[in-house]
T-cell receptor, first 112, second 117 residues
Framework: RKEVEQDPGPFNVPEGATVAFNCTYS??????FFWYRQDCRKEPKLLMS???SGNEDGRFTAQLNRASQYISLLIRDSKLSDSATYLC?????????????FGTGTRLKVLA | GAVVSQHPSWVICKSGTSVKIECRSL??????MFWYRQFPKQSLMLMAT?????????EQGVEKDKFLINHASLTLSTLTVTSAHPEDSSFYIC?????????????FGPGTRLTVT
């Protein structure tokens, strides 16, 4: 089983739609969780951290379910500019330090 | 704040030569830096974790003698691809993380596109 799994998509949605992505992780010792956005041929940019109580930033809502070991990202009122690949990232402690594991990413295309 | 630079942004080299890529945290101290590789239409694959002043920890399947990592200061890490071959052509991205307890978020450099001919 992969450490972090995502549906690769693509998700094709019309402008204004609401879309949700899920991500599952296998290591129960994972401490921190993030959603990153990556545009084609660019580096990933932090979209938001994911907190246990759930958190919202404008049109974006992130949720964490530790019991089921998954996180989610909800995008409301999709814009054309939201088209990108969304990466689920999990921070895992290892050998006295920590590392980040990326999911494969979910491609989103918002259509006019 | 939290700017990470990477140099060069792209490089073309001949098979058998070595290439050095620099990663710098410009406005913060990075205890830990990470090196990733991304092939077309794939996600980022962690190559190694680099802590300042100590040897890098390599992921399974990554040859430490081929991908030399040096993290000499809290603001600079370098990745040297030795005896590069065409299959090493990829997008190499570094990231830096502040000291634990301040933030676990990592900040990415803009990446280096390596083409080996």
């Amino acid at each position: 089983r992969k450490e972090v799994e995502q549906d690769p998509g693509p998700f094709n949605v019309p402008e204004g739609a609401t879309v949700a992505f899920n991500c599952t992780y296998s290591n129960s010792a994972s401490q921190s969780f993030f959603w990153y956005r990556q545009d084609c041929r660019k580096e990933p940019k932090l979209l938001m951290s994911v907190y246990s109580s759930g958190n919202e930033d404008g049109r974006f809502t992130a949720q964490l379910n530790r019991a089921s070991q998954y996180i989610s990202l909800l995008i409301r009122d999709s814009k054309l500019s939201d088209s990108a690949t969304y990466l689920c990232v999990v921070n895992i402690p290892t050998s006295g330090t920590y590392k980040y594991i990326f999911g494969t990413g979910t491609r989103l295309k918002v259509l006019a | 704040g939290a700017v990470v630079s990477q140099h060069p942004s792209w490089v073309i080299c001949k098979s058998g030569t070595s290439v050095k890529i620099e990663c710098r945290s410009l406005d913060f101290q990075a205890t830990t830096m990470f090196w990733y590789r991304q092939f077309p239409k794939q996600s980022l694959m962690l190559m190694a974790t680099s802590n300042e002043g100590s040897k890098a920890t390599y992921e399974q399947g990554v040859e430490k003698d081929k991908f030399l990592i040096n993290h000499a200061s809290l603001t600079l890490s370098t990745l040297t691809v030795t005896s590069a071959h065409p299959e090493d052509s990829s997008f190499y991205i570094c990231s830096a993380s502040r000291r634990p307890g301040v933030s676990y978020e990592q900040y990415f450099g803009p990446g280096t596109r390596l083409t080996v001919t």
